[in-house]
């Protein structure tokens, strides 16, 4: 292998010849520039030098292999440069996030102080580093429907039922027809590795150990293979939530590998088709630029004066490349050609569509606006399931429906099933537990739910899943007053 | 008796032989720990040493007769230990929390100053000890339920009549037949010692000097004898609030113990089969730790990475035994079948239940949902009461219909009784009252209560309790705006 | 006439024989003791003392001569006696309250920067005395219904209408045939002297100059007499509030006196039978005392321990000997036999009693809850009208229909208007102004209103009152976010 | 030319003889005290004085030329005279308000932070003269309507579709025949040089580049004639919002000039008939003294004791002369005949007058109330559109519907579309964009709306603008919390 030093490797830093070095090793990503999801901006921002720090966690490891073809990977670099940027490393101070974050690990709370979700969601937030929350934590625009999403479920009170056998309780159920130890799955979300190391390991080992079901997204942090390698058991289910590429043989290759690597289920996504205004994410710049410098005066910046609306955030990046011209009659049919795994569509935010999932024959749904990351305003999950309970019963029958979005307690869980849904989804919740917790957290979270599950159980009078129904929920009329940390 | 020393009780501190000392006297309790309410773990964190100050003020006197049979009675401590114990308390520094509370007691403000339920409740949360305070206010998941029985009294207004003749204006009533001066009792709460030396007797003997009636817990902190004993006439009367034992042979006896003693109705509970979720409560242990510990460093924590949610609170080990399969078919008929008293349910949560209720021919009905301290999103009772008087009418002529749950107000009352309830209970009102300032709070709170009522009666144009009619009430469309304090 | 010294006086302090001083004369009250609208408790207060300082601002001019027979006006204070009454006054330091007035009043605003009702309120609240304060502000329990009246009004919008000729808009009306600028009337409030010297003279003064109508309370801090004398006009109308005297001969005695005073109507106040609970009020004495102590101990009670709750407030003693046995059959044909004069009801408090009033042939009817000071959670008198309006709008044709309560803005009395009112009364709001700024205060509250109710007549698109109609007017199904210091 | 001095000026300070000085020239404009729109008080406040600074930013240049006869534009101010007011002008100290805005202005930050609208009204607020902020933010009463106006789109919720084909999507749209980039005008509004140099060119500039129309107000600090000058092509539309004036020639020769001008719509305002209550506008005089003396004692003030209530602020004087007379049988046949441009009501508060305009065959309608400035308690124009579309569907078939007030998203945008309207107005936002920023803002503040509308689009499933419908838009029955900022 050739190797080659810093002040080679620094005069390729154009569009034309676009060279960056990523864990001592030499690639050139010319041909790869407008192929990269997050468009070219990003990686010619660090043409030319070492891109390892900004690289690493928020790539599979075998994004370079996949899409920097092998002739491209042009060799080491030279022992001398590793020195070099190793010391320079050494040198440069930690930032003050980074302090921040250090000082915050010293004083997390041990897990038997976590008892509830919120406390894991605020032990989290505490502990990340600012670029994961604002990933994590950022909803679209005013965040209002992130918001409601969550304050829907308060406006669906009990109707406990008493005097009814209830003892050996059990909050097992299935999903597609998987064992699930309570009704609840692992939503798939993006960039699990930006709150933790092993990142989504933790989410496949947590739902082993605790006995639910993991969504593997196309955007996670680690590549599908490595996750479905780190399955603790090979008939370990697995869901892929799938962001379909515009090119249909790029999908289709897509989906043919994960058919192959054992997945059980795939989730087509289609409330994402272009990266919304997260406003958290967006900012984080400018906030960690506050942050680092102050007390200091704010240099003055080319861009003062710009009237064009830039999306800074880490989100932006991730979905440049979906297919925006998907429908019912075209896509559903395609996907069915090339898999014979469970379709079931992610983003359905309205009865007719719900409707029009079950006619096309999909084996699922989830009814999720991205949990309020995508468009600002979209119904919240809980009320699409009530209206389409209302109004189209049917379509239970047909299909099995899921929910996510808001959801923070037993008692939300159980209102949505005795409303229909077959299980539900968090995605930011787990997002957070590994974050803070690793695996550990994951299944602490599990059986978190798993207790407040039981005890609505016992208190509404079932004994098992199948015996909620709908009239243990009312929808009341007025406004709970939430807790203020909501 | 023999005498026994510190040392030789040390050593019995296992599962499989396990002694406490008690008030200097020493016990094998190895057999009861299972059969312990609150399970083994709780005796095992004693055993071996002095469990006084954590038994007493949660124990009736006679516990340790009625559990532990004689031959483990095994005799008295030793007079040089007896010294050792009460050296060492002498030296044990008060904690942070007893000094608060003393600075506290100092600044109490003289009865004249309070002039309502909800000055009696701050001015007695100032006073309690951290944990009596804990277990009295704290209530299931986010409070919701909690919250909310309190606030759906806002939500009903009145239509006060005028020109009606109203001087002699009487507030008594009867419940089950028994007089009341007016038409609220003392509803079933348990650990009253927590907050007071006297306890339950407080409520005893005030509530005969108010006129009113006390319900007595299962759980209380003294016996149902010794508080029958307590009673000021003979001719009082005390209701009595049952969990009832899942071993029907026990229930039984307990039951006909409870009849035998004097009392006069017997309202079984059944919203509380296993215990909640009541995270102030959960939470007590380690806001003492932190608040003993403040300005120093946590010791690490053996549970730091546990897995399992363990539920620490008071309240969870009152209720581990109590029958999780009554149905109306059997347990009611078995009730009749061992006792001749009253039979209330206390704890029906919905129209269907109450009507259920009705149908198996209870005496009463306590529309309940403990206090918001079981299931989060019950629907508040007052809500059920209204839709049960939309609904069916009828039961409240098959039955006598009560309600407990955010009472505060003279007001409150009134609303209830238009609706067609017979009376009304409050708890943790009258548990304030009573660690505040013992058996006079208990008179002052009925006194303030019946100033409210019978104002409220002068303006709404009637001069007895019967004259109270639905449409004097109207449930509106808006939600006022709550002072900031509830 | 007799002398009397301090020591003789002094002597006379029980309830077999009672003197006191007011105002340097000498009078035994031993026989009115019992016959005190406030109760004996008060004057015992007081006996064998100078009550000068405690009787004057609440009483009117002429109130001795009326209550106590002349031969028990017994004499005069000796010279030394008055000396040294006048030098224990000048050692008297002034109170922290009296001085923080004082302070108050140099930063007073100049009227110029009242620019509405809300700045005139919290002028007033900053200048006026605690114990005024209290009396003027304090409303029944939680104050629920007091703010609720106001917030009603924000449940109301506008239909504005465009393209109608409105030049020359006229806002002037009449109440009861008589002329008014605005059709907003001064409504009956007692003790006008606690907040100003010249009490209701100012009201007097200032409806004259403003050309706007004044209720005189029966509670007045002057006489009737007084204030009929204060007219500005022989044809000034003024209207009288009359708290009915549970004594026939007493009430007519009254009521003939107030026709031959020339008052052009009676306003019967139905809805204060019995003193109510004002929390502010009755705390005053409290809050003074801490207030006057800062800093200092608080002295032990001998009242620390009582059972009984006492209401200690002002209002307390105004009308214990009000008539509780008025009914529609009796008292209506028994006011007519003894006066000529219209009778209005006021405190009229639900659609059905409205029904009855306008059935009874009443001359006019108040909606109204007594401002909030009476029952908590009557009902907002707009909602009332509103539903009379809905329900029985015959009840407008046969009678004038007013409200007061909650009403801050021109918007309000146009709201009012549109649904059917005749004319509106504010209380507070002209407390606030004569204790601010005399009669000045009220002539500019008046103009206040009217600019806001002409160019709400503008936008409307009508040019005279009559012009006002329900179409104009929409109650929302939302609830507007109030200004926080409403 | 004849030249004057200070002290012949200074004498020429009454009613029956006015003159003032204006960048250095003389004007005798006591005929013309009468006609001016603030009233005569704005000038005599000035007469005998240099008036130049408070003339200049709220007249257009061409004002005086207009107004004052050319035989009274007497001559110039004397060297002597000018270098004595230069020379005055240096010595006066900076103000307060001078020196915060200032120093607001270096920390103005970059345009890049910028990516909402809140983002930049508050960037603006910080940088704004009060007197200036007070205008532009000032609402009527209370600002329940400025505030509910926003709060209403917060009720409507989407139904966004899912699966349908959106690449391509296409913002742009009509009004009026006249194409624009994104479905928003700019709204007439007055006096934008009080927050930018440029005023108004700074919207006709910005309009051009960013592909939007501009609605020039009758009330623009820069004359029409100017506006229609800086235009940047010959085609580029332009509105025209008319005050009527009160007398009809004068009126038409505003809009015959408007006409010549190339001007190509005429909004006539009919929502504007009188000045309004502004209470932060009206106090910023009070507000600027206070805030320019803090520290010292205020001055007593004659004002004091005055009864009438002035309304001093800024917005107060531009209306006087409006016609208040207009109806619609009257006003619009008279308007077609003198004009040829399409007539646009602006102002229409409810539907019944939506329904009248349309059938007077108006060729549009502005849902307006005026952002909240005119009657406190108009219904938010959203509410109105929403019943429009319920109740007369056939209106938008007859006349192009718009809307304006409260709008800050791109969601926004889309849901009033998505009922009808065919185009939304933003007023106070372009304000304030330009203020801190000049047309570089106005051109950014469109690219935030562009991109958020397109976003909304690809999630509402629509490629073009005609396909939103109201099957997409639901109004909930809740009031989702906004954030605190709104």
Same mark, same amino acid.
């Given at each position: 292998?050739?190797?080659?030093?810093?002040?080679?490797?620094?005069?390729?830093?154009?569009?034309?010849?676009?060279?960056?070095?990523?864990?001592?090793?030499?690639?050139?990503?010319?041909?790869?520039?407008?192929?990269?999801?997050?468009?070219?901006?990003?990686?010619?921002?660090?043409?030319?030098?070492?891109?390892?720090?900004?690289?690493?966690?928020?790539?599979?490891?075998?994004?370079?292999?996949?899409?920097?073809?092998?002739?491209?990977?042009?060799?080491?670099?030279?022992?001398?440069?590793?020195?070099?940027?190793?010391?320079?490393?050494?040198?440069?101070?930690?930032?003050?996030?980074?302090?921040?974050?250090?000082?915050?690990?010293?004083?997390?709370?041990?897990?038997?102080?976590?008892?509830?979700?919120?406390?894991?969601?605020?032990?989290?937030?505490?502990?990340?580093?600012?670029?994961?929350?604002?990933?994590?934590?950022?909803?679209?625009?005013?965040?209002?429907?992130?918001?409601?999403?969550?304050?829907?479920?308060?406006?669906?009170?009990?109707?406990?039922?008493?005097?009814?056998?209830?003892?050996?309780?059990?909050?097992?159920?299935?999903?597609?027809?998987?064992?699930?130890?309570?009704?609840?799955?692992?939503?798939?979300?993006?960039?699990?590795?930006?709150?933790?190391?092993?990142?989504?390991?933790?989410?496949?080992?947590?739902?082993?150990?605790?006995?639910?079901?993991?969504?593997?997204?196309?955007?996670?942090?680690?590549?599908?293979?490595?996750?479905?390698?780190?399955?603790?058991?090979?008939?370990?289910?697995?869901?892929?939530?799938?962001?379909?590429?515009?090119?249909?043989?790029?999908?289709?290759?897509?989906?043919?590998?994960?058919?192959?690597?054992?997945?059980?289920?795939?989730?087509?996504?289609?409330?994402?088709?272009?990266?919304?205004?997260?406003?958290?994410?967006?900012?984080?710049?400018?906030?960690?630029?506050?942050?680092?410098?102050?007390?200091?005066?704010?240099?003055?910046?080319?861009?003062?004066?710009?009237?064009?609306?830039?999306?800074?955030?880490?989100?932006?990046?991730?979905?440049?490349?979906?297919?925006?011209?998907?429908?019912?009659?075209?896509?559903?049919?395609?996907?069915?050609?090339?898999?014979?795994?469970?379709?079931? @569509?992610? !983003?359905?935010?309205?009865?007719?569509?719900? &409707? /029009?999932? %079950?006619?096309?024959?999909?084996?699922?749904? +989830?009814?999720?606006?991205?949990?309020?990351?995508?468009?600002?305003?979209?119904?919240?999950?809980?009320?699409?399931?009530?209206?389409?309970?209302?109004?189209?019963?049917?379509?239970?029958?047909?299909?099995?429906?899921? @929910?996510? !979005?808001?959801?923070?307690?037993?008692?939300? &869980? /159980?209102? %949505?099933?005795?409303?229909?849904?077959?299980? +539900?989804?968090?995605?930011?919740?787990?997002?957070?537990?590994?974050?803070?917790?690793?695996?550990?957290?994951?299944?602490?979270?599990?059986?978190?739910?798993?207790?407040?599950?039981?005890?609505?159980?016992?208190?509404?009078?079932?004994?098992?899943?199948?015996?909620?129904?709908?009239?243990?929920?009312?929808?009341?009329?007025?406004?709970?007053?939430?807790?203020?940390?909501?």
């Amino acid at each position: 292998m050739p190797t080659y030093n810093l002040t080679q490797i620094a005069q390729h830093n154009t569009v034309t010849s676009c060279w960056v070095i990523i864990r001592n090793k030499v690639y050139d990503v010319t041909d790869f520039l407008f192929d990269h999801p997050g468009g070219p901006q990003v990686i010619m921002g660090l043409a030319g030098r070492d891109a390892t720090a900004a690289y690493v966690p928020i790539h599979p490891f075998d994004a370079l292999d996949k899409h920097i073809a092998p002739e491209k990977h042009l060799g080491d670099l030279d022992q001398a440069s590793i020195l070099e940027l190793r010391q320079a490393k050494k040198v440069q101070a930690k930032t003050r996030d980074e302090l921040r974050v250090e000082e915050a690990l010293k004083n997390r709370p041990p897990l038997s102080r976590i008892i509830n979700v919120q406390d894991m969601e605020e032990t989290a937030k505490k502990l990340l580093p600012y670029k994961a929350l604002a990933y994590y934590a950022s909803a679209a625009d005013d965040s209002i429907t992130h918001i409601e999403n969550a304050r829907a479920f308060s406006r669906f009170f009990f109707h406990p039922r008493v005097m009814r056998s209830v003892s050996g309780c059990d909050t097992s159920s299935t999903i597609l027809g998987y064992k699930t130890s309570i009704p609840v799955y692992i939503s798939g979300s993006a960039l699990a590795r930006l709150g933790h190391p092993l990142g989504e390991v933790n989410f496949t080992r947590g739902a082993y150990k605790a006995g639910i079901i993991q969504m593997v997204s196309t955007n996670a942090s680690l590549s599908y293979g490595q996750i479905a390698a780190a399955r603790c058991s090979s008939d370990q289910p697995l869901f892929f939530q799938l962001y379909k590429h515009k090119n249909d043989t790029t999908a289709a290759k897509r989906i043919q590998e994960i058919e192959a690597l054992g997945y059980n289920a795939i989730f087509l996504t289609v409330d994402t088709l272009v990266p919304s205004n997260r406003e958290m994410d967006t900012r984080a710049p400018h906030y960690l630029e506050d942050f680092e410098n102050q007390g200091t005066k704010r240099k003055s910046d080319s861009k003062d004066d710009q009237e064009e609306v830039d999306i800074l955030g880490t989100a932006g990046g991730l979905i440049i490349n979906n297919d925006n011209d998907m429908t019912w009659e075209r896509t559903i049919p395609w996907m069915r050609s090339v898999t014979r795994l469970p379709i079931i @569509i992610k !983003g359905v935010q309205c009865v007719a569509d719900a &409707v /029009l999932a %079950a006619e096309a024959g999909c084996d699922g749904i +989830v009814l999720s606006n991205h949990g309020g990351r995508q468009l600002d305003y979209s119904l919240p999950p809980l009320e699409v399931l009530y209206k389409l309970h209302e109004e189209h019963p049917e379509v239970f029958k047909k299909t099995e429906v899921y @929910i996510d !979005g808001g959801i923070r307690r037993g008692t939300d &869980v /159980l209102k %949505a099933l005795c409303l229909g849904a077959k299980a +539900v989804g968090l995605g930011r919740a787990f997002l957070y537990a590994q974050s803070a917790y690793g695996e550990t957290g994951v299944v602490h979270l599990v059986r978190i739910l798993q207790r407040e599950i039981r005890f609505g159980m016992h208190s509404l009078g079932v004994r098992s899943i199948d015996q909620l129904s709908p009239e243990m929920v009312e929808r009341v009329d007025w406004q709970p007053a939430l807790p203020a940390k909501l």
